[in-house]
């Protein structure tokens, strides 16, 4: 259940200035409060909740504080608080980060790394751009050490597809796990996917191998099949394209900034203030 307080409603962005009718949720005195505001009311408070993945009485909830946030902008209109000398000096604050955050965002922008850039980046660091390696994995969990080493008992006398068609029928019959009916499938998952213990043990595995000892996870007693094991992949160019561009942008975008930094502090009368008050008192 989400929790809302009244608090975060400074935390309300801006509302649409033009909306669809179906966009409206309600109406405050002709002022229109629409989905979009809802949405930016909820990802305030939770990034990755959506309010229309909220049930009914959520939505009501978060409705009534918007509405009251409509409610107390113009009770604190009426009132004069944007004459007051805190609101101004909030406003001149905000003011400065948006002039920076804008200016900023506009230096990223016009920052440009060529696609001749990106590939040299590319052929440079193929190492670096693999897919890791995957494995298809069978599991039989039971709730107990024994009856895990029977199981295993059970299979080791079998070797290749023998052994493969009788874990199937194993899993099916004994496994306690969702994947029990699909004959233990877990499908295809890499190193850090499953729990520790679980990945440790399937991943000593050679193709076609069963554990030879019970694997004990907080889910109970493990008899695991490798099925099959895939090396690290490279990744084409285009893949990860979009991705060298991005770093390489960011990368460039730091340099400048700490350059233009530099070039504005050479020019600048700064005074450390903090410093000469130091010296005056030894």
């Not at 801006?14 to 979009?36: E, R």
């Not at 978060?62 to 509405?67: A, D, G, T």
């Not at 007051?84 to 804008?102: C, P, T």
């Amino acid at each position: 259940m989400l929790k809302f307080a009244k608090t975060s409603l400074l935390a309300v962005a801006v509302m649409a200035t033009s909306v669809v009718a179906s966009d409206i949720l309600v109406t405050v005195n002709g002022k229109n409060i629409t989905k979009q505001d809802a949405e930016q009311f909820v990802a305030a408070a939770q990034p990755n909740a959506h309010f229309s993945q909220l049930d009914k009485a959520q939505q009501n909830m978060i409705k009534e504080r918007l509405v009251e946030k409509v409610l107390f902008t113009e009770l604190a209109e009426k009132e004069g608080i944007e004459n007051s000398a805190d609101f101004k000096q909030a406003m001149a604050k905000i003011k400065e980060e948006l002039l920076v955050n804008m200016w900023m965002k506009q230096q990223l922008d016009n920052t440009i790394v060529s696609d001749s850039e990106a590939k040299e980046f590319y052929e440079k660091n193929k190492a670096k751009f693999l897919r890791p390696a995957t494995m298809h994995a069978r599991h039989i969990l039971v709730k107990t050490e024994k009856e895990a080493l029977d199981i295993i008992k059970e299979l080791e006398s079998k070797k290749d597809n023998d052994l493969k068609v009788k874990f199937i029928e194993l899993a099916k019959t004994k496994s306690t796990g969702p994947s029990g009916p699909k004959g233990g499938d877990l499908g295809t998952f890499t190193k850090g996917q499953m729990v520790p213990e679980f990945s440790k043990a399937a991943w000593a595995l050679k193709k076609g191998e069963i554990t030879k000892k019970p694997v004990k996870t907080q889910f109970g007693y493990h008899v695991i099949y490798l099925e099959e094991k895939m090396d690290p992949t490279p990744l084409s160019y285009d893949q990860v394209k979009d991705k060298i561009i991005a770093s390489l942008k960011q990368k460039q975008f730091a340099v400048k900034i700490s350059e233009m930094a530099k070039e504005l502090k050479a020019k600048a009368k700064i005074v450390d203030m903090s410093a000469e008050a130091n010296s005056t008192k030894k």
